[in-house]
């Protein structure tokens, strides 16, 4: 993905698996973007990549296929 994706009026979600705890990243979705950042620093870099790409990403999370082995 190039270019800049603009997320200055998206409504950043926090999961509900943060329990209100420090280390937890934030996600924003707008015109076929997902925006990610660190919840701690709300004006940091915001890593953004293409809906699909972060689909894909989410499924390999759900089938383990991003689990650690070691």
């Given at each position: 993905?190039t270019?800049?994706?603009?997320?200055?009026?998206?409504?950043?979600k926090?999961?509900?698996?943060?329990s209100?705890?420090?280390?937890?990243?934030e996600?924003?979705?707008?015109?076929?973007?997902?925006?990610?950042?660190d919840?701690?620093?709300a004006?940091?870099?915001v890593?953004?990549?293409?809906?699909d790409?972060f689909?894909?990403?989410?499924?390999?999370?759900?089938?383990?296929?991003?689990?650690?082995?070691?």
């Amino acid at each position: 993905m190039t270019g800049k994706a603009d997320l200055s009026a998206a409504n950043w979600k926090k999961s509900s698996f943060s329990s209100g705890g420090d280390n937890c990243v934030e996600v924003a979705f707008a015109g076929g973007v997902t925006g990610i950042r660190d919840s701690k620093v709300a004006q940091c870099p915001v890593l953004a990549v293409t809906a699909d790409a972060f689909a894909a990403f989410l499924g390999g999370v759900k089938d383990g296929g991003l689990d650690r082995t070691v």
